[in-house]
């Protein structure tokens, strides 16, 4: 198993946004306001990644809510992990038990260098089936990926697939993507349906600088 006892730059950069995250959880539905407080947040901190605060306080929130066991007993996938960002905010929050894959093999060897993940696979494409059985993970987060030049909306489908009933994949779309894309059309079909409900939608949200992007959580059929 990996050492997961030790404090990296990533837990800096969710305690940076945690009270911005905070106020957004507490403004959730409440559409102008929150966009009040995406306004002031771009505009003082256009340099910022904000993903890792926000997913991180999304998982233990939802986690939580529907019971699914403390941080530590969650087999976590972290789809398109890139470098290692958002493994390394989990494993700060106590979401320890890690796996990750990338399409691209040399981010993979910068994520082994956080000492965060058990399993990292490399040259794995989303647009495709994924080797990983049915039902194998509690949750599933994938940020950064749903954008017009990675992967199209049915790749969430594998997702849902490989994620256990009752358990949770949290995803990001980036700005314009359900427009060139038809998401939200794809989720209304039966492909998506007969597997999974959204439980939580958060439109319009700080993802890098200036970019903002939705965030969807989605709730496996038990």
């Not at 749903?146 to 790749?155: G, L, Q, R, S, T």
């Not at 256990?164 to 939200?184: A, N, W």
Request: proline share 3%; hydrophobic share 35%.
């Amino acid at each position: 198993m990996v050492d997961h006892n030790h404090s990296t730059a990533a837990e800096n950069t969710e305690r940076d946004g945690r009270n911005h995250v905070q106020q957004m959880l507490s403004l959730d539905g409440e559409a102008q306001k929150l966009k009040a407080r995406y306004r002031g947040w771009s505009q003082g901190s256009n340099r910022t990644y904000h993903v890792p605060g926000i997913l991180c306080d999304f998982m233990t929130e939802q986690t939580q809510r529907h019971s699914m066991g403390a941080p530590g007993q969650l087999h976590i996938l972290d789809a398109g992990c890139g470098s290692g960002l958002i493994g390394q905010a989990l494993s700060a929050h106590g979401f320890t038990w890690l796996d990750g894959f990338d399409l691209n093999d040399s981010v993979i060897v910068e994520a082994r260098k956080c000492e965060v993940y058990d399993q990292l696979r490399g040259g794995v494409d989303m647009n495709g089936a994924l080797d990983y059985d049915t039902g194998s993970f509690d949750v599933v987060v994938c940020c950064g990926v749903f954008n017009d030049d990675n992967v199209d909306p049915e790749a969430l489908g594998e997702l849902l697939r490989i994620t256990r009933p009752g358990g949770l994949v949290m995803i990001s779309t980036q700005q314009g993507y359900d427009e060139r894309h038809g998401f939200e059309a794809w989720l209304r079909t039966p492909d998506f349906t007969r597997m999974a409900e959204r439980i939580h939608h958060l439109v319009g949200a700080p993802y890098s600088g200036r970019i903002t992007a939705d965030y969807h959580t989605f709730r496996i059929h038990a």
